[in-house]
């Protein structure tokens, strides 16, 4: 799961980069997305290891990151779409990539940690 880990990375960085030039290169916010893709990618890198205690460390650290990115995010949608002033389309696309990618994440690493737990490698 660390090699799936960083891919999520480096999607995720070229997500907030491609939504931050997609934006003029005005709002910042728009770079959240590489925050969390550069967070999972030092986590990610500090699962590839031998001790397994480690590996499971950094990997519990890396789900719960996409966790509350993806329950931020998701809250972040409903907030803007109750919203009463118009929705920015290139923000809302940022946004819904980022919470889809954020749940495709979690949802692989949750499945990893069911199947290891049932093959008894916990």
């Known amino acids: 799961m660390a090699k799936v880990t960083l891919v999520f990375a480096v999607l995720l960085i070229a ?4 939504g931050f030039l997609g934006t003029g290169s005005t709002h910042y916010t728009a770079l ?6 550069l967070a ?5 890198l500090l699962a590839i290891s031998p ?3 480690r590996r499971k460390l950094f990997m519990h650290i890396n789900v719960t990151i996409g966790l509350v ?8 949608i409903i907030r803007s779409c109750a919203s009463a002033k118009p929705l920015d389309l290139t923000a809302m696309a940022a946004k819904l990539a ?3 990618l ?4 979690v949802f692989l690493c949750v499945s990893s ?10």
């Open 98 to 100: 980022l919470v889809w």
């Open 15 to 18: 997500l907030g980069v491609a």
């Open 102 to 105: 954020l749940l495709i994440y």
């Open 32 to 37: 959240i997305p590489a925050w969390i893709g």
């Open 51 to 53: 001790d397994e205690r």
């Open 69 to 76: 990115g993806f329950l931020g995010t998701f809250a972040e």
């Open 40 to 44: 999972l990618g030092i986590g990610g």
């Open 113 to 122: 940690f069911l199947v290891a737990r049932r093959s008894g490698k916990v």
